[in-house]
């Protein structure tokens, strides 16, 4: 006997038809607010009127460094003086009871160097209080004193006059001094310059004769000096001082050995030397 088992029916799963909706569309917007979850909402700025505080301090602090004196240029900051004082300096810039914001830098530099051959050049900078405007300078450094008419100058290399000495002195002992006759054109000074050739050829004698402190000039025999003995020589200008005192150095040694003794002696030409004697 055959027993049949029957199977139990499968269980369908519900699902709903499918229906055809068309193409997606994007979502509807919602009235409903966005959350912003972990973000603090701050306060409401109001950014005009915060403007308009600025604004307002601003004007005030405008019209207070016109009206005050704080901002108005009564002295300087200098640096780099040697010879010079910061009264000077600040004498030469031109901008005393100048209000700060009309102080233009390159225009002080200007009147600075227009109004003395001292400075070689400056540097100007703008600041606020105390210390508005800082002058940097850079002098000129002398290289001989120049005495013409009762009147001693200190002279560059390029025979610019950088001070000028009511007396006849030059304030620096280290300094070579050069005393001109009155032939010399001159007094020099402003657009009148010493001779360039009589300044290297005065230094030069200064570095080759130890102990020479000072020498004459006129401009036929350029520079010279009186010997202990009691004749004057002339070296003339330029730079082959060197030259010349080998030239003269043998004629001394000769005249010793002579027993000569002459009352001047020019090599300023090297090729025509002169010397004299006692009638």
């Not at 917007?29 to 915060?50: A, E, K, M, Q, S």
């Not at 031109?94 to 530099?109: K, M, Q, Y």
Request: proline share 7%; charged share 20%.
């Amino acid at each position: 006997m055959t027993t049949l088992r029957t199977r139990p029916p499968r269980r369908r799963a519900d699902r709903a038809p499918g229906v055809w909706r068309g193409p997606l569309q994007p979502a509807e917007p919602t009235d409903r607010p966005t959350l912003d979850h972990g973000v603090r909402r701050g306060f409401g700025l109001n950014w005009r009127y915060i403007s308009g505080v600025i604004v307002a301090v601003l004007s005030v602090v405008l019209v207070l460094s016109f009206v005050t004196d704080f901002f108005y240029v009564r002295s300087v900051q200098v640096a780099g003086v040697i010879y010079l004082d910061a009264s000077e300096v600040f004498r030469y810039a031109d901008i005393a009871e100048s209000h700060i914001f009309w102080v233009n830098p390159e225009e002080v530099r200007q009147n600075i160097l227009d109004a003395t051959n001292v400075i070689a050049d400056a540097q100007v900078t703008i600041g606020w209080p105390p210390d508005m405007v800082r002058i940097v300078i850079q002098e000129r450094e002398p290289a001989l004193v120049w005495i013409q008419a009762g009147v001693a100058s200190w002279v560059d290399l390029q025979g610019r006059v950088l001070r000028q000495f009511p007396q006849d002195n030059g304030e620096r002992s280290d300094l070579i001094r050069v005393v001109a006759d009155d032939s010399v054109e001159g007094p020099p000074g402003g657009s009148v310059l010493v001779d360039t050739d009589a300044i290297a050829g005065a230094l030069q004698l200064q570095t080759l004769l130890q102990g020479l402190t000072a020498l004459r000039y006129n401009p036929t025999d350029g520079l010279g000096f009186r010997e202990p003995a009691g004749w004057d020589v002339w070296f003339g200008v330029g730079t082959d001082m060197r030259d010349k005192l080998l030239i003269y150095e043998a004629l001394t040694q000769d005249f010793q050995a002579r027993g000569f003794v002459p009352t001047l002696v020019n090599v300023a030409n090297p090729d025509a030397v002169v010397y004299c004697c006692r009638p």
